[in-house]
């Protein structure tokens, strides 16, 4: 008994040895895998799904934890599509920042920014953007922008099969771009819609651990499980950078100026180009630094293109369906994302995207229609309901709405008054432009058509620009639905789509007067060239026009004399036909065929002979060079001119003396007119418009055009002094109902 118990102890030490040992061995297993695990995904609110990689299922964000600091945003915009979509996406952001049911806001100066949207544009959107935006005039949201043309050089190297080509990689300079006092930054792409307070995601920055440094949410196709020398390498599916936190500070602090160009480079070495732009690149740096990266619940970014698999982030669907979900709870979406090369920009609601590649078909079709219909949605939001409601958290909004002078508006004609103000929603370069084709023009003999128009001329638009090769600048008066309508009926049309240089900039409706002067000048305010040519949508240049213009301007303003002879204009001599079947006739000499033949005659020859009277159509059969005409009562010619010459009245809207008031404005200013000898416009016939059935009707219309008038004519006594007296006597030759075209 006594002799076995150091035997029995013996054996007792060795089952203890065995169990530390193995107690050992599973903690340095855990003490190595953890991190590793911990750093990749999040590990305390997720649960592993069938795609190999973790879904949240939420935490609900408490209002508690809704800081009042300024939310960052950063967005990469180039082109005329990507700026259309990032309208749609603010619009998303600002209507859940006013409607958040987790973060309640506080009443604030408007220097206490609820959001600030960093904006790194190209040319195009910078020219659309800087004029849109800032005219929404919202309290507590500011816009600033930042130039990619400067930066745009340091990523050029790259080889991208990207459709947004090197524009595509521009998000991974960030950390140089934005200011170096900013030290957090949420990035989004801008196929993106909102559904839930911006600020929600804003506060996931509180939760990353000191060395984190992206949060993103998994990618949502296998591309990166592809087996091809193409794809780039990443962890599992890979992250998806459409929806990022970036913590600036550390980035810096990283090097990541260095750190990704080096990644790159040694893998350009293996891989030709890059496939899916930044994301690639970022991709392969959390490859090699996994420790950098936060995963963010799904939900932040569900993505809905060809390839992704639905169930790999199951949340709580936005519609009604009868495809079969699994019935455990899931989380609200609150962020979707639809990266398809097909936007829903270029789709109208109930349009069915392209058949996916993959399974789960219905639901993935549900969510696609879902997310067009919330996309049109948006798009008719009018700002200023957005600016009344932020104005509800500003407690100095009596300011930023004092901001604009008051104006006495007399009672009888207050309609015209308050529809004369300057300060309708304006997006310059609506549709996609190119700069550089018009940019190497001539700008001092290049001559631009400039025309104004609203969706019932859309029809003109084909027959305008086949007869116009030169750049063309239209300004639209346009709902948001128009708008939408417009893109999709250019991108349709043969003759439109193949036109680059020219420029749709959209006035979109705000009130029940058309503002053709103030479209006339916006158009003209957005040519790229110093010579323009003013033309109304139903007239249709004569060929050749645009080249024999151009000749003329080289020979009388290309010389010394150029500055004194920009004092003059050139009229277009105006004619109109009543038959649909007619063509613009080819030569002068076909014309006068015609004319003699009574199927085309000058314009309003009968009803409103005052309007072209000066011009002298007489003259003009015979006439083989240019010969000058004086200013008559009411004249309204076509003219050519340059573009320094005064603008149009904006006070002029609807029907009536909008053009002779341009014209009687030049004459007061000096300006010399001449009629072009071979050249010559026909109007197209088309059913009266609306404002001119409303001036045929009504006689306090037509009371409240002659008033404006008489203000007219005192306005240009004072500016030009007792010369312009002349116009008094004139002012009561009241206008007939077809003296104009719009």
Sequence with gaps: MVGSFPKDRHMAL???RRRLFYSMLVFSAVVYISPIVKQVYFQSSFKWNICGYPTSYGDPIQSAKCDSSTVHLALVVGGAETTRQLVILIKSILYHTVHSRICQYKPGSSQDLLVLFHLIVDKQARLSLESLLPNWRLPRIQFTFYDFELYKDQISWIRSDHHSGIFGCGKLLLPEILPDNLTKVIVLDTDLLLHADIRELWTYFSRFSSVEVFGMTTNQSPWYKKNSVS??????????????????????????????????????????????????????VLVRHPQLIYTLPCEWNLQINEWNKPLCCPVQELFNTNVKLSTHLRPKVKITHLNSRQKAETLLPGQMLAIPTSENYAEKNQWRKEFIKLYHMYRGYDTSWFKNELSLLTTNAHEIHASSPIKVVHAKCAEFE?????????????????????????????????????FERIHRLEELVSNWPGPISISLYLTEQEAQRLSVFVAQSNILSNRSNVGYHVMFVDGPLYPINELRNLALSYARTDVVFHLDIDFVPSTNLYTALQELIKRRWSNANSIKNRSECFVVPAFETFDTRTTVPSTKQTLLDA??????????????????????YTKWRNATSLYQVQWSADYEPYLV????????????????WNKASYIMKLDAAGYQMYVLPDAFVLHLPHPPSVEVLRYRSSPLYRYCIDKMKLDFIKDLAKEHGVQALKYLEFRKLEPRADSQTN
Excluded: C
Excluded at 255 to 273: G, P, T
Excluded at 418 to 436: E, K
Excluded at 595 to 615: N, S
Excluded at 641 to 656: E, K, N, Q, Y
């Design 14 to 16: 060795q089952r203890m």
């Design 231 to 284: 794809v780039w390498p990443a962890i599992e599916f890979g992250f998806n950078t459409g929806v990022m936190l970036l913590d600036l500070y550390k980035m810096r602090a990283l090097n990541w100026k260095q750190m990704w160009r080096v990644v790159a480079s040694e893998e350009l070495q293996i891989r030709k180009s890059v496939v899916l732009a930044d994301q690639d690149i970022v991709n392969a």
């Design 418 to 454: 308050d529809q004369s103000r300057p300060q309708r929603r304006v997006h310059p370069f609506y549709l996609p432009y190119n700069f550089t084709e018009t940019d190497q023009l001539d700008p001092e003999t290049t001559v631009t058509l400039l025309s104004q128009m609203n």
């Design 595 to 616: 004319w003699d033949e009574r199927l085309i005659l000058p314009f309003r020859h009968r009803i409103w002979t005052r309007g072209h009277l000066a011009t002298n």
């Design 641 to 656: 001119i340059h573009r320094s010459a005064p603008l149009f009245d904006p006070r002029f809207v609807g029907f009536g």
